[in-house]
């Protein structure tokens, strides 16, 4: 079956600096993938949809500044969180869709990437 | 705009039991996809079951059923022959037709007492 990728599962990084997270789909092309943010025993929420080759799509009262977003090839998105401080600690997850299949097609999760900010 | 709500935020069965997961959802779409997540302590969202709303009949996978009321907007989740392995968070999600974005529910956290 399709797999993503995401990387790094864990990361810890001091207040101030910035992290970025990859989201690679391995096996298929993806126009679009998501971005989710989840909280401890919360939901998760999306934060943007990734579209290859043009600018992202951000869902209400999320920081495009503070969360940047790069799509630049057919299997690859990136999100950077830029000058992190603890508030951004939290868990990340992308997934992904086949391109050109129809949309009832069933989307491939990463196994996401816990973010701690001392 | 779409809402999903799981009312259930714990639900617990015994091992070899069934129980049942709740969702309603609110939209004014006709086409669109329901599905349930799950999500081990491995955090990796894993596709349950998925019921198409053109669809009538309800869908099943093995020990998982759906009860899915297109009128009620209600789209719960039964589990036959509960195993140790069923223990995780539980996520009810809505997708429009046409598009890929999904709207997820609160989350049930079932655990299973053996």
């Known amino acids: 079956g399709a797999v993503v990728s995401q990387h790094p599962s864990r990361v810890i990084c001091k207040s101030g600096t910035s992290v970025k997270i990859e989201c690679r789909s391995l096996d298929f092309q993806a126009t679009t993938m998501f971005w989710y943010r989840q909280f401890p025993k919360k939901s998760l929420m999306l934060m943007a949809t990734s579209n290859e080759g043009s600018k992202a799509t951000y869902e209400q009262g999320v920081e495009k500044d503070k969360f940047l977003i790069n799509h630049a090839s057919l299997t690859l998105s990136t999100l950077t969180v830029t000058s992190a401080h603890p508030e951004d600690s939290s868990f990340y997850i992308c997934?992904?869709?086949?391109?050109?299949?129809?949309?009832?097609?069933?989307?491939?999760f990463g196994s996401g990437t816990q973010l701690s900010v001392l | 705009a779409q809402t999903v709500t799981q009312s259930q935020p714990e639900m617990s069965v015994q091992e070899a039991e069934t129980v049942t997961l709740s969702c309603t959802y609110d939209?004014?779409?006709?086409?669109?996809?329901l599905f349930w997540y799950k999500q081990p302590p491995s955090r990796q969202m894993i596709l349950v079951i998925r019921?198409?709303?053109?669809?009538?009949q309800n869908a099943t996978e093995n020990r998982f059923s759906v009860n899915f009321q297109k009128a009620a907007k209600s789209f719960s989740l039964k589990i036959s022959d509960s195993q140790l392995g069923d223990a995780a968070m539980y996520f009810c999600?809505?997708?429009?037709?046409?598009?890929?974005?999904?709207?997820f529910g609160q989350g049930t956290r079932l655990t299973i007492n053996p």
């Open positions: 999600a809505y997708r429009i037709q046409g598009a890929q974005k999904l709207v």
């Open positions: 939209t004014s779409e006709s086409d669109y996809y």
């Open positions: 019921q198409e709303a053109y669809k009538q």
């Open positions: 997934s992904a869709g086949r391109t050109g299949r129809l949309t009832n097609e069933k989307l491939f």
